[in-house]
């Protein structure tokens, strides 16, 4: 069974940190893009930042200098290290993994990051 499980979302100040792991079980972490999506209240769901199986990260516009995505194939984990947050990041964030050759999906059950004073 395919499990991927995020972790360390929270409630935190403006200009403040938080780091994202993403564990996945079941699946052979290294043969799948992982990405970073994020659903803010009343909005649609949206890419953040992937990471190619060969390591190849890119973000979206309003996130770039500010988010990390980082892989560790040997322990399954994904992770997003968030810097700088604003009001504006407050969202639900999933963790996604994409198989790179089958196009086969799981999704996380993501983890709920609140910025605010």
């Known amino acids: 069974q395919v499990q991927l499980v995020e972790s360390g979302g929270g409630l935190v100040q403006p200009g403040g940190s938080l780091r994202l792991s993403c564990a996945g079980s079941g699946i052979i972490f290294s043969r799948y893009h992982l990405n970073w999506y994020r659903q803010a209240p009343e909005k649609q769901r949206e890419l953040v930042a992937q990471i190619t199986s060969g390591g190849i990260a890119t973000y979206v516009e309003p996130v770039k200098g500010r988010f990390t995505i980082s892989r560790d194939n040997a322990k399954n984990t994904l992770y997003l290290q968030m810097n700088n947050l604003k009001p504006q990041d407050t969202a639900v964030y999933f963790c996604?993994?994409?198989?790179?050759?089958?196009?086969?999906?799981?999704w996380g059950q993501g983890t709920q990051v609140t910025v605010s004073s």
């Open positions: 996604n993994a994409a198989h790179q050759s089958y196009g086969t999906i799981y």
